[in-house]
């Protein structure tokens, strides 16, 4: 089987759980030959019953994934730049690499005969824009059926390159019938990585509620969170169980700033900058361009709920989520840890 973008914060716990499970993997990253991004896989494999096979690949070019996909019956395909804020250049960055990208992997798969099933990292911003969407929809949460209809490359545009790529793997496993696609559409992902440095929103998250970036207040900001160890198992069901099809929101719980600050406090204590406090929509909407966040995307997120639907993922794969708090904590946990949060004088 082939993980694409192996060494990310995801497919990194993917690729331990199929070398635990005695798989062989095949892998691609950009440079198989930077220690920074495959030492922890390669210290993974020597743990592990499974074997793996790095290969270079790059999103932008075709060559890397046929090479690495010969004889695979089962792709995982994880890689697309995760710029939710302040991306320079959308279309360059985050919408090319990830459309061509998925173009690339899954075409590579309609061309090896061996391929019977493509897994499609997509997310929930694929299913909604801003939380205010959910206003505009019959139900009150969001499911399986929503699709992001309000990103684009001025807006949101890390959830338009998302939703685009994943309504062009749909397209492309329409047009043929050898390989099936399960999609899995992950919250956002928290709980501790085994990649040694990652960009994920959730990090970003995690260190300005430790460093005190909201120590004077936080903006009433819903996240639906899920746990990485849980996306994993996602993955796994999503590839490996026959029946699997179509897209599985992946979300536990969907908590509030504040909650996620006072579940941290309740664990490390009050010594930590923590907020106490919302701040007021005049405040959040003035601040959040300092932390990447333009005001137009502040307006549609900032006080409205945000709720997700989660229960095909739980009756079709058997998933069982982790409780955010475990997620939040222990991801809290390796950051201080690694010095990414600065320790505070106490409670620690
Ligand atoms: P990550 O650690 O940044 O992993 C992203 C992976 O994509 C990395 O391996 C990265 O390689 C690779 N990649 C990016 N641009 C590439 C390019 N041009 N060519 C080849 N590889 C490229 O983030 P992650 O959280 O694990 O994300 C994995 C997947 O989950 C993504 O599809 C993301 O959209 C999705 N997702 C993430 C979250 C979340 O909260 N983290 C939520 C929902 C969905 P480099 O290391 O070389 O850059």
Redesign the pocket.
């Known amino acids: 089987m082939l993980v ?8 990194s716990w993917l690729v331990k759980r199929l070398l635990e499970a005695g798989c062989d993997v095949r892998a691609t ?3 198989p030959g930077d220690p920074a ?1 495959t030492a922890h896989l390669l210290a993974a494999v020597r743990a592990c019953p499974g074997t793996l096979t790095l290969f270079r ?4 070019d075709p060559r890397g994934f046929r090479r690495a996909m010969a004889d695979c019956a089962l792709v995982f395909h ?5 710029i939710v804020r302040e991306a320079v250049d959308p279309v360059r960055d985050l919408i090319e ?1 990830a459309t061509r ?1 998925t173009r690339h992997v899954l075409e590579a798969a309609s061309r090896t005969p061996s391929v019977r099933r493509v897994v499609l ?5 694929a299913v909604y824009g801003d939380a205010a969407d959910l206003a505009e929809i019959e139900e009150d949460r969001f499911d399986e059926s929503h699709w992001n209809r309000s990103s684009g490359e001025h807006h949101q545009p890390y959830s338009y390159s ?1 939703t685009l790529a994943e309504r062009l793997a749909w397209k492309i496993a329409g047009d043929q019938d050898r390989w099936d696609l399960v999609v899995v559409n ?4 928290l709980g501790p990585g085994l ?1 040694p440095h ?5 990090v970003l998250i995690m260190r300005d509620l430790g460093n005190g970036y909201y120590r004077f207040g936080a903006p009433e900001l819903e996240l639906a969170v899920v746990d990485v160890r849980d996306v994993a198992e996602g993955h796994l069901r999503a590839g490996l169980i026959p029946e699997a099809g179509g897209r599985h929101i992946l979300v536990s719980e969907t908590l509030g700033l504040i909650e996620i600050a006072e579940i941290l406090r309740a664990r490390f204590g009050g010594g930590f900058p923590f907020p106490r406090r919302i701040v007021s929509k005049p405040v959040a909407y003035m601040l959040a361009p300092r932390r990447g966040i333009p005001q137009a995307v502040a307006k549609r997120n900032i006080g409205y709920p945000l709720r997700f639907d989660n229960r095909r993922a739980r009756e079709s794969l058997g998933m069982e989520f982790r409780p955010a708090a475990e997620s939040v904590t222990s991801h809290f946990r390796q950051l201080l840890d690694d010095g990414l949060v600065l320790r505070a004088a106490a409670g620690a």
């Open positions: 694409t973008g192996a060494n990310g914060y995801v497919a990253v950009r440079d991004k690949a790059d999103l932008l994880t890689a697309s730049p995760l690499p990208g990292t997509s997310s929930i911003v998302k992950p919250g956002l992902v990649s990652t960009r994920a929103e959730g």
